[in-house]
C-alpha cells in the first residue's frame, strides 16, 4: 500500500507585480506530524499558507490533500476541506466576545434568535477541556495580544480540522499560554492531525517538530525528514546563506548623562508610580510577563495613555503629560508592541508609512510634501533595514510582518532630532537575520547618544542586548540588573508573581 501524505505542495508558483513570491516549490506533510517551515521575512512562508487556507490562488502547481488535487477558489473552501490556518497578523473581530468570535458563522439559535446561554455553556465547556483561561464574555478589544492569539488557535482547533497551519503563533504569548499551546499541539498530533509549524524561535523547531522545510527568496532550499541530528546553526545558515555568529553582536559603549527621566510616573492600567532614568547612549531592557506593566508604561510616558502622577524629562526638559507631539518634540518616540494596530497604516505605501513622522521636518514651503526627498528617505532605509519590497510605491500591509517592523523602525530613524527610543517587541515574528540587524541598528543609535528602551518577551534577548535590564511584576520595577549581574534565572525570578516557580526559558 503507498504512504499518501495528508498534504503535499506540489511545484507551486506565486507572483505578485514585481516579486516572485514562490517558484517551484514542494513538500510534504505526513498524518500525525509536526512538520517545522522556516526561512527569512520574505521568504514565502506566509505566502505559500495563504494559498493553502484559499486566499490565494497559485499561478502554478498544486496542492493536495490524502493524494486529491484541491481548487480552494476562497478560504471556505479550505475550510470545508478540514483546513485551518492561523496567521501572524490575527483575524478577529474586535467588538464582539470570545465567545463570538469562537462561534463565528455557526452560533446556536432557538425559535430564530441567537441561544446565548447555550453558546456561552458550550464555549466554557471547550476552553475548560483545553485548559485555556479566558473569559468568554470578555470583547477581543480588551485583551492583550497574546490573549487574542490564543483565541485564534482555539478556534482553529474547535473547527476539528485535519490540518492545522500556525504561523509564529507563540510571538505574543506569555510562558505559561506557550505551555498550554505547546501541550494542544502535541495532543493533536497524537490525534492523527498534520500540522505545519512556523516560528523564527529555533528552541520550538526542535522541541515540537519531525520534520523541517526551508524557504529562501521564494524557494525551497533544504528538506529535512527529521531533525535528529540536525543543528541550530545549520538551520541558520540555510536560512539566511550565510553565517551570522553572534546573534547579538553586542557592542560596549561608553554612557553619558541622564537623558530620560520618569519619576513617580503612574496611569490607569499601571496605577502604582513608576520611576527610572535611562542615560544618554545605554540599552535597557525591561522583562516582565504578560500582564507586568511594560507596555502599559512605555505609553504613558510617550503620551499615548493619559498619565496620572508623575513627570517625564528628555534631557531635563518636562515633557506635557498625555501629549504624544511633545514628546517627538523632545526626540522622544515609541514603536508600538502591535504593529498591525498602532504602528502601520496598511493602505498607505511603504515611503509614506517611513515619512509620515518626519514629513513635518521637509514640507516646502512649510505647507508641500518634498517627494524627492521623501523618495531619497524611503529607498535609503529600505536599503539600510534590507526591507524586502518590490518598490517604495507598495502599500505596506502587503508586505511581511517582519518587513513592517522594519518600515516602522525606520519612521523614528527619519527621525533627525531622536533622543529617546522606545521599542516594544522590536523583533516580534522577525527572522535570525533581520533580529540581528535591529540590534546593529539599536546599537548604532546607541553610540550616537540615544536612549533606547527595549521591551522584550524574550528574557535571552534582553540579556543579549541590554546594558542594563529591568524587571517588572504586576506593575512594579522589582529588580535592577548591570549586563553582568544579569543571567535567565535571577531576572525570571524577580519578574515572577511570588510564589511562582523561575524555569528560563531555553535561549536561540
Not at 48 to 71: F, R, T
Not at 167 to 183: A, C, N
Request: with cysteine.
Amino acid at each position: 500500500m503507498i504512504d499518501v501524505p495528508r498534504l503535499e505542495f506540489r511545484h507551486i508558483g506565486k507572483t505578485f507585480p514585481g516579486v516572485r513570491a514562490l517558484a517551484d516549490v514542494g513538500f510534504q506533510v505526513r498524518a500525525g506530524s509536526v512538520h517545522g517551515l522556516l526561512g527569512e521575512n520574505g521568504a514565502g512562508k506566509s505566502t505559500m499558507m495563504k494559498i493553502l487556507g484559499g486566499e490565494y490562488i497559485p499561478d502554478e502547481g498544486e496542492v493536495a490533500i490524502d493524494g486529491q488535487p484541491m481548487n480552494f477558489r476562497k478560504a471556505a473552501d479550505a475550510i470545508d476541506a478540514g483546513v485551518a490556518v492561523i496567521h501572524q497578523e490575527l483575524q478577529y473581530v474586535p467588538e464582539l466576545s470570545v465567545m463570538e468570535n469562537l462561534l463565528l458563522g455557526r452560533l446556536p439559535t432557538r425559535f430564530g434568535l441567537v441561544d446565548r446561554r447555550k453558546a456561552l455553556a458550550w464555549t466554557r465547556q471547550r476552553l475548560d477541556a483545553l485548559g485555556v483561561d479566558l473569559d468568554p464574555r470578555a470583547k477581543l478589544k480588551q485583551l492583550s495580544i497574546g490573549q487574542r492569539q490564543m483565541v485564534e488557535i482555539v478556534k482553529a482547533i474547535l473547527r476539528d480540522a485535519t490540518i492545522l497551519a500556525l504561523d509564529e503563533p507563540t510571538s505574543s504569548l506569555s510562558h505559561r499560554e506557550t505551555d498550554v499551546l505547546f501541550r494542544l499541539v502535541r495532543d493533536l498530533r497524537a490525534q492523527g492531525k498534520a500540522m505545519i509549524y512556523i516560528s523564527h524561535r529555533l528552541d520550538e523547531i526542535f522541541e515540537l517538530c519531525d520534520a523541517a522545510t526551508i524557504f529562501r527568496d521564494g524557494r525551497k532550499v533544504a528538506d529535512f525528514e527529521t531533525l535528529e541530528g540536525v543543528t541550530r546553526d545549520t538551520l541558520v545558515e540555510r536560512m539566511v546563506g550565510r553565517d551570522i555568529g553572534d546573534i547579538w553582536g553586542y557592542k560596549p559603549r561608553e554612557h553619558g548623562d541622564i537623558r530620560l527621566s520618569v519619576k513617580g510616573v503612574s496611569g490607569r492600567a499601571v496605577p502604582q508610580p513608576v520611576s527610572f532614568d535611562v542615560k544618554a547612549g545605554e540599552i535597557v531592557g525591561f522583562f516582565g510577563l504578560v500582564g507586568a506593566g511594560r507596555s502599559e508604561i512605555m505609553r504613558v510616558i510617550y503620551g499615548a495613555d493619559r498619565r496620572l502622577t508623575g513627570d517625564v524629562a528628555v534631557d531635563g526638559k518636562p515633557v506635557k503629560a498625555s501629549h504624544i507631539r511633545d514628546a517627538i518634540r523632545h526626540g522622544l518616540v515609541l514603536c508600538p508592541e502591535d504593529r498591525k494596530e498602532d504602528g502601520i497604516i496598511g493602505v498607505r505605501s511603504v515611503a509614506e508609512n517611513i515619512n509620515i513622522s518626519a514629513r513635518r521636518n521637509h514640507l516646502t514651503a512649510g505647507l508641500f510634501v518634498n517627494d524627492a526627498v521623501e523618495a531619497k528617505t524611503a529607498d535609503g532605509f529600505i536599503e539600510r533595514l534590507r526591507i524586502r519590497t518590490p518598490h517604495r510605491r507598495q502599500e505596506i500591509r502587503l508586505l511581511s510582518g517582519g518587513n513592517q517592523q522594519k518600515a516602522v523602525l525606520s519612521r523614528w530613524l527619519a527621525e533627525k532630532d531622536l533622543r529617546v527610543l522606545i521599542v516594544d517587541e522590536p523583533t516580534r515574528g522577525i527572522d535570525v537575520g533581520a533580529k540581528n540587524e535591529i540590534y546593529n541598528v539599536l546599537y548604532e543609535l546607541a553610540g550616537r547618544g540615544v536612549a533606547v528602551v527595549m521591551i522584550s518577551s524574550e528574557l535571552p534577548e534582553v540579556l543579549g542586548v541590554s546594558d542594563r535590564v529591568i524587571a517588572m511584576c504586576r506593575g512594579r520595577i522589582v529588580a535592577q540588573f548591570a549586563r553582568g549581574e544579569a543571567n535567565e534565572t535571577n531576572v525570571l525570578a524577580a519578574a515572577l508573581p511570588e510564589g511562582a516557580s523561575a524555569t528560563p526559558t531555553p535561549a536561540e
